[in-house]
């Protein structure tokens, strides 16, 4: 039983971090189209994608804790 809770555990984070990710690449691309338009919304837009890098790095740090933990 307390494998299972495990697994699922890891397989959140993983799908967490999957979704950080994604947004963050969407963050940067979006502000680097709009950069020579409006300056102020690629700030904008780069300063999220940053906040978002800084959330990942925990959850990455985690996800590579509990793989090698099981090894």
Partial sequence: MNSQFDNKRRVN???RLEELQRLYRSFI???YNIM???CSDSDY???EAYKLKRQM???KA???TD???NF
């Fill in 13 to 15: 984070k993983f799908l």
């Fill in 29 to 31: 691309e979006e502000a």
């Fill in 36 to 38: 020579h338009t409006d």
């Fill in 45 to 47: 837009l780069y300063f």
């Fill in 57 to 59: 790095v925990p959850v």
């Fill in 62 to 64: 985690n996800n590579e």
């Fill in 67 to 69: 793989f090698h933990a």
